[in-house]
Nanobody
């Protein structure tokens, strides 16, 4: 059984920074893509950033230049450094991981990020 556990969510003022972490626990498997998604109240879940095992990254246009995703594949962890936060970044942030062989999707329960202007 694989579980993704997020941490690092908090309330900050606009312009501030946060670092989210996500660790895969339980059964040890390899992940292909790992990433972060977010869901604001009344909106659909949207991609924030993803990173492959080869460290290829993909970002939503709204966060390019402000957020940076990284991973430690040996520890099955993925991070999201968020700088220059804006009120519109307020959302629940979910960790996602795609298993390398089964292509099964795993999701964390989410961590709340609140940015006040």
């Amino acid at each position: 059984q694989v579980q993704l556990v997020e941490s690092g969510g908090d309330s900050v003022q606009a312009g501030g920074s946060l670092r989210l972490s996500c660790k895969a626990t339980g059964s040890i498997i390899s992940f292909d893509s790992m990433g972060w998604y977010r869901q604001a109240p009344g909106k659909q879940r949207e991609l924030v950033a993803t990173i492959t095992r080869g460290s290829n990254t993909n970002y939503a246009d709204s966060v390019k230049g402000r957020f940076a995703i990284s991973r430690d594949s040996a520890q099955n962890m993925v991070y999201l450094q968020m700088n220059s936060l804006k009120a519109e970044d307020t959302a629940v942030y979910f960790c996602n991981a795609v298993a390398a062989f089964t292509r099964r999707d795993y999701w964390g329960r989410g961590t709340q990020v609140t940015v006040s202007s």
